[in-house]
């Protein structure tokens, strides 16, 4: 390997230190003629130029997004993951729930049992890491400690 000795460039033919790169000076010069470009398009909108006109208006008002009202319905949130989704898509069916609305609820839901699942998980490997046993629902889970238990 070559040794470099220090404060001599590996490369002396390089770019000359502090030049500016294509893409900087680019933009450098878009932001020079910024205004002036501006009063282009805009006389060109004035004109009738469509493109330009869309163009400015695209600036002047962006696109207006969908504000969801909120929607009540039958919901019970005590009930397992799979019901209250069939509570969703009834809702859906019933005309109660717009079905935009019905899926983000749904994908929701689909979120909520997964992190329920993981802390479950979670648990469970704990007591297992702890020499414990474990019976019972996710949702009931007893710890018996390992003296307790019948082989």
Do not use: W, Y
Not at 57 to 65: A, D
Not at 77 to 95: C, E, F, K, M, Y
């Amino acid at each position: 390997m070559p040794s470099f000795k220090k404060g001599q460039s590996g490369n002396p033919a390089g770019r000359p230190a502090g030049s500016k790169n294509k893409r900087t000076l680019a933009a450098q010069a878009l932001h020079d003629a910024a205004e002036d470009v501006t009063k282009a398009v805009i006389a060109a909108a004035r004109e009738g130029d469509m493109q330009a006109a869309r163009l400015v208006l695209e600036r002047i008002q962006p696109p207006v997004r969908p504000v969801s009202q909120p929607t009540p319905f039958e919901f019970d949130a005590s009930l397992p993951a799979s019901q209250q989704a069939t509570q969703v898509i009834q809702a859906v069916a019933d005309g109660s729930l717009p079905a935009d609305i019905a899926s983000v609820l749904l994908d929701c839901l689909h979120k909520h049992a997964a992190l329920v699942q993981a802390e479950t998980l979670e648990g469970r490997l704990a007591a297992l890491e702890r020499g414990q046993h474990l019976t019972g629902t996710p949702s009931g889970i007893k710890f018996i400690p390992m003296e307790q238990q019948q082989p």
